[in-house]
């Protein structure tokens, strides 16, 4: 059975209790994407400034459960200062551990260990793998996805301008 | 702390429960307890076997063929409707039309005697209580014809604030109104609201999923014009509901659907629709679940809804006074504050814990609840939340199911005492 604790890891929590980059930036010259759970009503803003095809500022606005509130806020750290085909790559990958291919939709079923970890490209991922308990939890994979796709939004509409 | 005994007020609930094969199971190493019957509610092993039984010895489409088993199929389909009308104090069960759940029966009137009768410029009265069932397809009508949609307010307690009720009556075709609130447990006064619109010459159509699974229905009673219900919240089977109306203004509308089932005659340059309520059931209806929902009426009707209703009372009682003495300020309750006024709908808000977290904790004690905004954005802004926790409590509900939601709550607490 999968326990609270493969959820709600400590490092989640943190980022919970004191998410980082919480705000705005001014539209235009950021761009601003509003992502919305429609099974719950949590919704996410993500403000993203790019110069030189860097990602120089995030901001994160709204408000979720602690899952949806910490990828956002993990992601912001994750992603500022790269490049945006970087940050494409770090999304890729994120997207990639988020997949329940590998674990059947009953997350009891996640085999012990969790295999997935040792796949390659994995570790490229840091604080982030503490996320990777979420795929035992299958409802709440939207939470933590929910800024990520949010971002892909963000960077399609940044680079469109 | 509870005694577990509930036969005060009429109802064995340990025995009831012991009905409801799914309530026998664990989640997470806990015995299970359902306090999502809002969502749906569980089935009764008569309901499963009435199900298994239909396909196992009189499976044949009905109102076709002539054999023996095509006649007892028929008969069971329209002694289902026959029940449906008794339980629901309908007059007759010709005014009793099978969908596939309420909110079909809500679309079937938009579609059918909505676009019929309400024209550019006309009013439709909803409250800011309803589901998205008794909004969007009157939004969609609003959209494709003007028809003008006006709101009655809800109260700091989630009641219905009717200050300004003549005024936003004045010129309206249709109130549209849920019986029993889905989110704040609150209950309209139906029959005042009826009265009020039919003195304005409005018709008045009762969204009643949230009501019949609680409470003795009578529809004359309420003098409503039409009723939109499901089985599945009221221990039926998913997938089937019913609309009822008054027989004058079925007769009136013109089908919903069209297929096989629905016509008298059909020709190479078109068609002649059935009489009501064959006009309104196009195509092969879902026997079984037909079949399912007869025998929910007959266990509901076994227990008596006056029982039913005093039990839920009660407990909705004991639920409000224990959440509330255990957790004081830190736990807020939307809706109304007594059981006069309300059913057993609790939406919750706990410290600032978000509700999927929190039902999150709540299900590794087994303990089962909604969250989200419950198909309710518009009344979830006025409440001023994204989401609720939304426990609600049936027939077969207790009050150690009560006991052990506070203790998951606390526990939930606990967890995530920052």
């Known amino acids: ?161 | 702390m509870s005694t577990n005994d509930s036969s005060s007020d009429g109802l064995d609930v340990a025995a009831i429960k012991a009905e409801f094969p799914l309530l026998q199971r664990e989640v997470n190493d806990h015995p299970i307890v359902y306090l999502d019957s809002g969502a749906t509610s569980q089935k009764p092993q008569s309901v499963l076997d009435a199900m298994d039984r239909y396909y196992a010895e009189i499976n044949a489409n009905i109102h076709r063929g002539a054999y023996l088993i095509a006649e007892r199929a028929t008969t069971a389909v329209e002694n289902s409707r026959a029940a449906l009308a008794r339980f629901l104090g309908a007059p007759s069960a010709e005014e009793v039309v099978f969908t596939k759940n309420a909110t079909e029966a809500i679309n079937l009137v938009a579609h059918s005697w909505g676009r019929t009768n309400l024209m550019e410029g006309d009013v439709v009265l909803l409250t800011a209580l309803e589901h998205h069932a008794n909004i969007v397809p009157w939004q969609q009508l609003a959209a494709e014809r003007g028809v003008e949609i006006r709101w009655i307010p809800v109260d700091d307690e989630g009641r219905l604030d009717l200050t300004d009720l003549d005024v936003l009556l004045d010129g309206v075709k249709l109130l549209a109104v849920t019986a029993a609130s889905n989110v704040t447990g609150a209950l309209p006064p139906v029959r005042h609201l009826a009265d009020a619109a039919h003195a304005v010459g409005a018709t008045v159509l009762i969204d009643a999923s949230q009501w019949i699974p609680h409470l003795p229905t009578d529809v004359t009673d309420w003098d409503a014009d039409f009723v939109a219900v499901t089985g599945h919240k009221m221990c039926g089977p998913t997938g089937i509901g019913a609309l009822w109306g008054r027989r004058e203004l079925l007769d009136a509308m013109p089908p919903f659907l069209g297929g096989g089932s629905m016509i008298q005659n059909v020709t190479f340059d078109g068609f002649t629709p059935a009489d009501v309520p064959t006009r309104f059931e196009a195509g092969t209806q879902p026997i079984a679940e037909i079949v399912g929902w007869h025998a929910a009426v007959d266990f509901l009707e076994g227990l008596g809804m006056e029982a039913v209703a005093a039990h839920e009372r009660d407990l909705t009682a004991y639920a409000l006074r224990t959440l509330t003495e255990r957790f004081g300020d830190d736990l807020v309750i939307h809706g109304p504050s007594t059981v006069e006024e309300r059913g057993g709908t609790l939406s919750l808000a706990y410290r600032d814990i978000h509700p999927h977290d929190l039902s999150q904790v709540l299900d590794q004690h087994g303990v089962c609840v909604r969250a989200g905004h419950h198909c309710a954005k518009p009344l979830m802004k006025v409440l001023g939340v994204n989401a609720t926790a939304r426990a609600s409590l049936y027939l077969y509900n207790d009050e150690s199911d009560v006991d052990t939601l506070a203790d998951a709550l606390a526990d939930a607490g606990d967890f995530f005492a920052f």
């Open chain 1, 1 to 161: 059975m999968a326990g609270l604790e493969d959820l709600y890891r400590e490092i989640i929590l943190d980022h919970y209790r004191s998410p980082r980059n919480r705000g705005e930036l001014e539209v235009p010259p950021a761009t601003m994407a509003e992502g919305f759970n429609p099974l719950c009503g949590d919704e996410i803003r993500v403000y993203l400034q790019v110069d030189d095809e860097v990602i120089s500022n995030v901001r994160i606005g709204g408000q979720g459960c602690s899952i949806s509130q910490s990828s956002a806020s993990m992601m912001s750290t994750a992603v500022v200062g790269k490049s945006i085909d970087e940050a494409r790559d770090v999304l890729r990958q994120f997207k990639e551990m988020m997949s329940i291919h590998e674990h059947g939709l009953d997350g009891e079923d996640a085999a012990p260990g969790d295999p997935a970890a040792d796949q390659p490209g994995a570790s490229g991922l840091g604080d982030l793998e503490a996320l990777r308990g979420v795929v035992k939890f299958p409802v709440r994979i939207k939470c933590a996805t929910l800024g990520w796709n949010t971002l892909d939004q963000a960077l399609t509409d940044s680079c469109s301008e």
